[in-house]
């Protein structure tokens, strides 16, 4: 062979090698020749990274053009002439910004994450499609038709989403659909259905029921029912009581018992103390220039681009509204307009009870009893498919009249779950966001059903409320949702609803203030009727309380502050009971951790350097108390405060030891345990390596949970139950603070960990971070008009009805 | 190297940076061939013509940042430094043009002969 011939047959094996590798999609790496081309593939997602000086666009429908204007933050004004030209952009500019985010979020509610992500996703949506979410969906959607005003919202939502997807330059495709080899697929109405019911997922699923029967399992009813009780052993609730201050209502605890029940080993788990939201209202009296004050900060798993969305609508004598939405619904979630602003947090309350149903077959069950006559189950067969349109499998779907049937523990249950029944209600924000005062505005929010909000709102006239708002059912009997009930009989189903004036709630209270921390919402001893169990413990509650209520001039300032404040309650509680032990320890060791908690301020400073010390001690207390519990769920930390407050309780005995242990043993044992592993993993007590912030992160997953589209290990202030609550895996925090002061002008102030654009090349994509991290807020821009924005505008989009 | 054989380079060159543009990365091979089928110029000139191309489009967008935020995340994203991404999208084009070229000019040479 001539070398010519030769250099010819490399230049065929190379073309046909690249050629191939151009175009076909080789394990995880897409197919090269699209995905390296710079005018159509991963490198032009640079080019539509920043937002242009000026762009148009058309959306079908439009009565009028809406003009679009982003400020120096990347906040879409819209103005617009009627609401549904307003929520047609709103869809436009979220998918310009948020596309790949829509999808992926309506995916996952309807359980067709394989159809995107192939079938290593397969588990997941298994799991959302056997709870229901998506048959639930299809149900409400189909409701939601026969009122088309219901749906009028959602069609205008996916008019604008679509007007954008449809007109898509190769710039404008989302990095991660070129990552995975994949075209945005349109956006349905149905598709914010499903990402409500996902919300409802996230926010009010429970197991309370299964914790509870897991724990009868292993000590008996009597101590389950202590453990994790219906009431909270510390009440600070969120409608005040009159007293001013909190209760402790430590009893004593039965000891350990005789398992009862069967063993639901590890059916649900949840962590408690670690996450949670917050939202308070001052009124003018109390605050420093007599205005009213509203502070919120929803703490949520925390992704890249965030869960919010940040906007600001303006339609003529109709709507002026400021806030946050989530991508793929048509308004605005927590926010504020000229007159009211309002925030959230979930009340926890237990919407959910699962039925152990007889059935015909144990295996392939047709039927269920009730009554003493059996009943066909519905049965669905539902497909998965992955990206190529193959079938990776498919699941036979069960239902009883109460909910999805699905096999738990070796029983068969049935779910009944007001998620899965309440209907979507895209009006009713729309209409509160319109509210001038709060009194209209718990109005427009009375039907809000799903999830259960504690929903604070306040106005520019110096009112205050907050109300639980949401569809709590009404059970029979005790009215206890936290046990496992009898599908057999037709008398353990819901009765009802609880009525409207029967929610916890509060208008303009004597104290000035208003807070919730999800912490129990009203206190048993003013209505003891079954709201849920096994609450969060109150510490961040108590702590915002403490704060408020010694600040008799508050300023936005300070709400800013009292979003981040590092104290806690918690170790206020603890800490002196483990130094009071320690004191009097043999060993070296609790001696020496005692002194070392004992010189500690107790707040979650990044520089603290006991506080990892502390965290230690706690786990090492939960486990060796809780030990008769086994591998199972452990009670909150305030059912461990109100066991310090017995010294010889049975509970504070290790079983496994001869001797029978007292509170202070097992006190020290912790503390000597704690002090050991902490020197063993940090170094000694001196070094660096325990500060606070060298062992706290918060973690920010991508979507597809890529590192280097993540934004990971980031140094944090606050800790396990502090009002800026931080997780052990540092996922969850405060997706969105706000504080708003409402004048003659509205003020407002906020932020959230991310960035406006989803566009990982954009500089808008985690802009937001390093305030965030400070624990400072941006000033928010509320224009009246286009030419109060002269000066601070990034971006002019003009949109104009098209075909 | 002649003032034509620049001129056509830098024809070939716009031809690469258009056909992308307009056509999508097939247009790289498909340019190569017909080049060499019809040139007797060497093939390392479309393989550098067709890299130079790809990077002229890429630099398009340096001014705004985002290009490098964008090398430095797809880097991190695939395990290597993000130069070796631009590295390989350039080799890639260089790669098709030559080989292409390469085979257009001795199919070109064969059909003279």
């Given amino acids: 062979m001539t070398r010519r011939s030769a250099g010819n047959l490399t230049a065929l094996v190379l073309l046909a090698v690249l050629l191939i590798l151009g175009r076909f999609r080789l394990g995880p790496v897409p197919p090269l020749g699209h995905f390296l081309d710079p005018a159509h593939g991963v490198w032009a997602v640079a080019a539509g990274a920043e937002l242009p000086d000026s762009a148009a666009g058309g959306v079908p429908n439009l009565s009028e053009p809406v003009r679009v204007l982003f400020d120096d933050r990347g906040v879409p004004h819209i103005f617009a002439q009627t609401r549904l030209d307003a929520i047609r952009a709103l869809g436009y500019v979220v998918a310009r910004d948020r596309l790949f985010q829509l999808e992926i979020q309506a995916k996952a509610g309807a359980g067709r994450l394989t159809e995107l992500l192939g079938p290593r996703l397969l588990p997941l949506d298994r799991e959302t499609r056997r709870l229901g979410l998506p048959d639930a969906a299809e149900l409400k959607f189909e409701a939601a038709k026969r009122a088309p005003a219901g749906v009028e919202a959602l069609n205008a939502y996916a008019a604008g989403v679509n007007a954008w997807i449809d007109h898509l330059r190769p710039s404008d495709v989302p990095l991660e659909y070129h990552l995975l080899g994949r075209r945005p697929a349109r956006w349905r109405p149905i598709d914010a259905i499903h990402l409500t019911n996902r919300m409802g997922y996230t926010l009010s699923f429970n197991g309370d029921d299964l914790t509870h029967e897991e724990a009868a399992a292993a000590v008996g009813r009597a101590a389950a029912d202590a453990l994790f009780p219906v009431n909270s052993p510390i009440q600070e609730p969120i409608q005040p009581n009159g007293s001013g201050a909190p209760r402790f209502d430590f009893t004593r605890l039965p000891p350990p018992g005789r398992g009862e029940g069967d063993l639901l080993s590890g059916a649900f788990r949840e962590e408690s103390d670690a996450i949670g939201s917050n939202n308070w209202a001052v009124m003018p009296w109390r605050t420093a220039n007599h205005r009213t004050l509203l502070a919120g900060d929803p703490h949520l798993q925390l992704t890249l681009p965030s869960i919010w969305y940040e906007v600001h609508i303006v339609v003529p004598d109709s709507l002026d509204v400021y806030g946050v939405t989530i991508p793929g619904l048509p308004f605005i979630i927590l926010g504020f307009n000229r007159d009211v602003a309002w925030s959230f947090t979930n009340t926890e309350s237990d919407v959910l009870d699962r039925y152990v149903e007889t059935v015909d077959d144990s295996t392939r069950p047709e039927r269920y009893l009730v009554d003493g006559a059996w009943r066909p189950l519905r049965i669905r067969f539902d497909n998965y498919y992955g990206p190529d349109k193959s079938v990776l499998a498919t699941d036979t779907l069960r239902f009883t009249h109460r909910g999805p049937l699905s096999l738990v523990g070796g029983r068969w249950m049935s779910t009944r779950w007001t998620a899965l029944e309440s209907p979507m209600q895209p009006g009713l924000l729309l209409e509160a966001a319109a509210a001038a005062s709060v009194a209209e505005w718990q109005r427009a929010m009375a039907r809000y059903a799903v999830p259960a909000q504690n929903m604070i709102v306040a106005d520019r006239d110096g009112h205050i409320a907050i109300r639980s708002t949401g569809r709590f059912p009404i059970r029979p009997g005790d009215g206890r949702g936290d046990l496992l009930r009898d599908g057999s009989t037709s008398a353990a189903d819901w009765l009802g609803d609880w009525p409207l004036e029967s929610y916890p709630a509060a208008n303009d209270p004597k104290q000035g203030y208003l807070a919730s921390a999800n912490q129990q919402p009203i206190d048993p001893r003013i209505s003891p009727r079954y709201l849920g169990s096994n609450w969060y413990a109150p510490w961040r509650a108590l702590r915002i309380n403490q704060l408020l209520r010694a600040d008799s001039a508050a300023t936005p300032e300070t709400m800013m502050r009292y979003q981040t404040d590092p104290g806690s309650p918690r170790a206020d509680l603890f800490v002196p009971a483990f130094v009071a032990a320690g004191r009097k320890a043999d060993d070296p060791g609790p001696r020496k951790a005692a002194e070392l908690l004992a010189g500690w301020d107790r707040r979650y400073t990044r520089e603290n350097t006991r506080a990892v010390l502390f965290e230690a001690a706690m786990d090492e207390l939960s486990r060796r108390t809780w030990d008769e519990l086994g591998a199972g769920p452990r009670p909150s930390s305030a059912i461990l405060a109100q066991l310090l407050a017995d010294s010889s309780s049975a509970w504070w005995d290790d079983h496994w030891t001869t001797p029978v242990e007292r509170r202070d043993a097992i006190l020290r044992a912790a503390l000597g345990a704690a002090l050991s592993k902490t020197v063993s993993s940090l170094g000694e007590p001196d070094g660096e390596r325990w500060r606070w912030d060298r062992n706290r992160h918060a973690n920010i997953y991508h979507l597809l949970r890529i590192p280097a589209l993540s934004a990971l290990g980031l140094p944090i202030e606050g800790g396990i139950s502090t009002v800026n609550p931080s997780s052990g895996g540092g996922e969850e925090g405060a997706s969105w603070r706000m504080v708003v002061e409402l004048g003659p002008e509205v003020r407002a102030w906020g932020t959230y960990p991310g960035g406006q654009s989803g566009n990982p090349a954009s500089s808008r994509y985690l802009d937001r971070l390093p305030r965030w991290l400070e624990g400072t807020l941006d000033t928010l821009r509320v224009p009246r008009s286009e030419t109060d924005l002269r000066g601070h505008v990034r971006s002019v989009l003009t949109l104009e009805s098209a075909r | ?113």
Avoid: C, Q, Y
């Fill in chain 2, 1 to 113: 190297m002649r003032l034509g054989s620049v001129m056509k380079g830098g024809i070939l060159g716009i031809g690469f940076a258009a056909g992308t543009w307009f056509g999508g990365w097939l247009a790289i091979p498909i340019l190569a061939f017909l080049w060499g089928l019809a040139t007797k110029a060497a093939p390392f000139v479309a393989g550098l013509t067709a890299g130079t191309a790809w990077g002229v489009l890429l630099l398009m967008d340096w001014g705004s940042g985002a290009l490098g935020r964008l090398v430095g995340r797809l880097g991190g994203t695939f395990h290597v430094p993000g130069f070796t991404l631009v590295l390989v999208t350039l080799l890639f084009a260089a790669g098709l043009a030559w080989a292409a070229a390469r085979l257009g000019s001795a199919i070109g040479a064969w059909r003279r002969n």
